[in-house]
């Protein structure tokens, strides 16, 4: 069946930069856009990163524009999120995420999250 | 886009019809989904295209609107349905959601 497995997580200091990874299984990964979308403690989901199914394209919020990069290996199955400059407003369960062939699909499949804490 | 999710939350009753409504900041044709969160799991989808059911989804929820206006219907809400709810919008980046909807 279809895995996430989400992985990186922890606790980091202000400023510093922290790398998650997502392993995936039981899914064609080359086919489909990935996201990352966050959650922090006790608030709503908010949407993070894209990027495309060959990797060509990456769209970002503008809360992380500019700190954040999304990449994949397409030969692992794995997607990435390289977090620099990190915040105390980063601090978040950070969730894998499938979307569609097109970039503007509906987001499908979720992994079970790594949580993220940035301290002060 | 800045999506409004109306009411932040709500008691109701098994039993109940409950509809939650989306308000996006501009038009977004169809381009939204629906997502069910229960307390200490992942968030599911529920409903994407606006109105279009996920497999699985029970047929008591359904999802209406286009444009800038969106509902969720649970028709007749049962004891798993107790959960918060959030609408998305996938056709202009940022992707963004609404701030979700909590049915107690």
Not at chain 1, 43 to 63: P, T
Not at chain 2, 53 to 65: A, E, K
Request: aromatic share 14%.
């Amino acid at each position: 069946q279809v895995q996430f497995m989400e992985s990186g997580g922890g606790v980091v200091q202000s400023r510093k930069s922290l790398r998650v990874s997502c392993e995936t299984s039981g899914f064609t990964f080359n086919y489909y856009a990935m996201h990352w979308v966050r959650q922090a403690p006790g608030q709503g989901l908010e949407w993070v990163a894209l990027i495309s199914y060959d990797g060509k394209y990456q769209y970002y919020a503008d809360s992380v524009k500019g700190r954040f990069i999304i990449s994949r290996d397409n030969s692992k199955n794995t997607l990435y999120l390289d977090m620099n400059g990190l915040r105390g407003e980063d601090t978040a369960v950070y969730y894998c995420v499938s979307g569609g062939r097109l970039v503007t699909s509906h987001l499908e499949f979720w992994g079970q999250g790594t949580l993220v804490t940035v301290s002060s | 886009i800045q999506m409004t999710q109306s009411p932040s939350s709500f008691s109701a009753s098994t039993g109940d019809r409950v509809t939650v409504t989306c308000r996006a900041s501009q038009g977004i044709s169809s381009y939204l989904a629906w997502y069910q969160q229960k307390p200490g799991k992942v968030p599911k989808l529920l409903i994407y295209a606006a109105s279009t059911l996920q497999s699985g989804v029970p047929s008591r929820f359904s999802g209406s609107g286009s444009g800038t206006d969106f509902t969720l219907t649970i028709s007749c809400l049962q004891s798993e349905d107790f959960a918060s709810y959030y609408c998305q919008q996938y056709h202009t980046f940022p992707f963004s959601f609404g701030g979700g909807t909590k049915v107690e």
